[in-house]
Structures are given as C-alpha cells and as structure tokens.
C-alpha cells in the first residue's frame, strides 16, 4: 500500500482501477493500494470491510449474468412454485463477500441484490 500524509476527508473511496484509500487508524494516515493488511481490515466495521474485499475481489461476469457490488447473480435450472399455479426461477448470487446456491426465497434479480446488501451491512 502506498502512504500519503495530504489531508483528505471523507471515508474510503473506491478508485477505477481496483484500488481503495482508507484511513488506516495504526499508522495515523491515509493508505492507497489493493492489499490491506488483515490487521487494517480489522480496525474497519464490518459493513465497510465487506464493501472493501468486494471492491478488490470483483467476480468476472459471463453471459445472462447481472453483476451487484463486487458479486454476480444469474438464474439456475431451479424453480419453484409461486403459490399461484405458476412457476418461477430462482437465482443465486456468488461473490467474495456471499455465496448462495438456487435458494427458494432468491427469486429475482431484486431479492438477489437485497441478500447482497444485507450481507454487506
């Protein structure tokens, strides 16, 4: 990680290229880089080191995939009833922060990326 004493404000920012810049509360200073140290991951709450590990571990999306926060979601052969006669897909989500196969209450793409957030919160 490269260290910078400049004065920055706000909290971490997540650059273009797959780096972050994060108060880093040991060194008493601004870090910018794609490798924090487990004790720097640890100093941070869990939402903002959940947000940072799916930052620098993007999934790499294929086809009839949709892409939320560092994780990928796509629809699998699985189904399950509506509870109306009918039949809907299920969709599973994999990432560096959550991983869910076909799941029965994962039926859109929207119930996917509220899983995602709750696990990142």
Wanted: hydrophobic letters at 30%.
């Amino acid at each position: 990680m490269n260290t910078t004493t400049r004065p920055t404000t706000g909290n971490t920012t997540y650059h273009r290229d797959g780096t972050i810049t994060v108060w880093d509360c040991i060194q008493q200073q601004w870090v910018r880089g794609d490798n924090p140290s487990d004790d720097l991951l640890a100093t941070m709450p869990r939402y903002e080191r959940s947000a940072v590990i799916a930052h620098l571990n993007p999934v790499e999306l294929a086809d009839g995939e949709t892409g939320h926060r560092g994780h990928a979601i796509y629809r699998t052969g699985t189904t399950t009833d509506n509870g109306r006669g009918g039949v809907v897909y299920c969709y599973a989500v994999h990432g560096p922060v959550c991983n869910f196969g076909a799941s029965k209450r994962i039926t859109s793409i929207a119930a996917a990326k509220e899983v995602i957030n709750d696990w990142m919160s």
